[in-house]
């Protein structure tokens, strides 16, 4: 099946900083998406971006689809911020989501 | 409600127990699945259902059995777990399987304990 993975898999910023997380996959993708998992175990969904660059606030996202790549972009991050980051992504057989194995974000006030 | 809810929210039991998750989605999709997540491991899929059909089963155990009564509730039925199922079960929703179905919205998750 596809491969997922995330760099860098831990991440301690100071409150204000700007970060930039990966996710690369092995295969084509019709589907990929960033989700933030808070500290209660809830999955939020960032970003349905199976392609081209996409901007909400302070984040943003890019995926180079014919590269295998996506990247995630936090700019003046808050302590709010911190918990784990996951892209998940599905290939041309459906929408069953494979997960990478996350960047844990710490941001200190 | 809106979106995808789930209950209990924590649920401790023992071996001999038999329990049941509820999930119900209230965003008009017609595809539904449960995700376990375990300490230090990706988020495996566990079952899928599609316009209240089963089409993926990724070798789970019997003991975790699926219903989908209709395409807005979905169950994990649980019976004579063992302590390693011990983990965070997420249901989610989607539009129909199929190509660039768009995305995929998750509940907040069913933290079980097995004792």
């Known amino acids: 099946g596809i491969q997922v993975e995330q760099s860098p898999p831990d991440l301690i910023l100071q409150e204000g900083a700007n970060s930039t997380l990966r996710c690369n996959f092995s295969d084509s993708v019709n589907n990929l998406q960033w989700f933030h998992q808070n500290p209660w175990g809830q999955l939020i969904n960032l970003f349905y971006i199976p392609s081209g660059t996409k901007q909400n606030g302070r984040l943003s996202a890019t995926t180079v689809a014919t590269e295998r790549y996506s990247l995630l972009y936090i700019s003046s991050s808050q302590t709010t911020d911190s918990g784990v980051y996951f892209c998940?992504?599905?290939?041309?057989?459906?929408?069953?989501?494979?997960f990478g194995g996350g960047t844990r974000l710490m941001v200190k006030p | 409600e809106t979106g995808v809810t789930q209950t209990p929210r924590h649920l401790v039991m023992g071996m001999t127990n038999k329990k049941s998750l509820k999930c119900e989605q209230h965003l008009g999709h017609n595809a539904m699945y449960w995700y376990k997540q375990s300490a230090k491991k990706p988020l495996e899929l566990m079952f899928v259902y599609s316009l209240e059909e089963r089409v993926e089963n990724n070798s789970v155990p019997s003991r975790f059995s699926p219903e989908c009564p209709n395409s807005s509730h979905l169950f994990l039925h649980l019976h004579t777990l063992q302590p390693e199922d011990s983990a965070l079960y997420l249901c989610a929703s989607s539009h129909e399987r199929g190509l660039g179905s768009g995305s995929v919205f998750f509940g907040p998750g069913t933290r079980l304990t097995v004792l």
């Open positions: 998940a992504v599905s290939n041309n057989a459906g929408n069953m989501l494979t």
